[in-house]
């Protein structure tokens, strides 16, 4: 049975699409089977993945509103190893259109039953926003990847995301938990970093993941070659670090 996790964070330009992208590619790394999922409009993580979202026939959009199979819209990461449900602008759309769809808030999850069997890891990448389309990731998940930058604001937002999956767990799905907080963009010289990250291990125990990923340009540059960064330089301190990550998830999984 695949696990499926959203990565989400309302906040913008935290690193939730550099964290799918190269989470995907590390675990395809470690030999799991996965299928990333782009759930936001900009498309950032299907073009880091090296798909090309401006020549899309099919995208996660026509999944949603059921005129596409979920094999049908389905794309490959040649370069990361895993599938993808790719995205593209079209998706805007959609969030206006599933408003008088039947079981809107479930789409994502109904779709995915038809290949629970074909992954070990289904990775939902969602846009900088509580709307419909991450109501979507959250109802599909088993749990939550909260990628965060341990900056002063960080803490102040959290709050509202940490109630939304507490109103989604209550009234629409029953399966759904945080796994965890991932430190993302870290830069261990920074004293607030140092400060907002012990708060975070204080308040949240064990839900921190250990991996701790920094601030590293390679990762920034990667998808301007349509590679994750763990392909397009393996030995960079930011792509060891998720190749880390990775470790533990599969580690974790085991537990929940
Ligand atoms: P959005 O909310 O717009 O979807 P996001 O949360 O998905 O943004 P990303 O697009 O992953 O965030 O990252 C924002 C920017 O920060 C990008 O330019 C990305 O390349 C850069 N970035 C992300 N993680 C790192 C890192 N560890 N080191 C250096 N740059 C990073
Ligand atoms: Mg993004």
């Known amino acids: 049975m695949a696990r499926i996790f959203a990565v989400a964070n309302q906040k913008g330009g935290v690193g939730k699409t550099t964290t799918t992208v190269n989470l995907s590619a590390a675990l395809a790394a470690h030999g799991q089977r996965v299928l990333l999922v782009d759930l936001d409009p900009q498309g950032n993580a299907t073009m880091g993945s090296g798909v090309d979202k401006r020549s899309l026939a099919t995208s996660v959009y026509h999944l949603l509103v059921g005129l596409n199979t979920l094999p049908e819209v389905r794309a490959r990461s040649e370069a990361g190893s895993y599938d993808v449900l790719p995205s593209n602008r079209d998706l805007a759309g959609a969030e206006v259109e599933m408003v ?23 990775l939902v990448d969602c846009p900088p926003s509580l709307s419909m389309l991450t109501l979507n990731g959250l109802c599909a998940a088993h749990g939550v990847i909260i990628p965060m930058q341990c900056e002063y604001y960080a803490l102040e937002g959290l709050s509202d995301l940490v109630n939304t999956i507490k109103q989604v767990h209550a009234k629409l799905n029953r399966d759904l938990k945080i796994i965890g907080l991932l430190r993302v963009m870290f830069d261990p010289r920074s004293t607030l970093s140092q400060q907002v990250s012990a708060q975070l291990e204080s308040h949240f125990g064990d839900k921190v993941f250990k991996a701790v990923i920094p601030r590293n340009v390679r990762l920034a540059e990667a998808p301007s070659h349509g590679l994750p960064g763990v392909v397009f330089d393996k030995a960079a301190k930011g792509s060891q670090a998720y190749l880390a990550f990775a470790a533990e998830m599969i580690e974790r999984i085991k537990s929940i």
């Not at 789409?107 to 074909?118: C, F, I, M, N, Q």
Request: without cysteine; proline residues 0%.
């Open 100 to 122: 008088d769809l039947e079981n809107r808030e479930n789409r994502l999850r109904d779709a995915l039953h038809a290949v629970d069997d074909e992954y070990d890891f289904v």
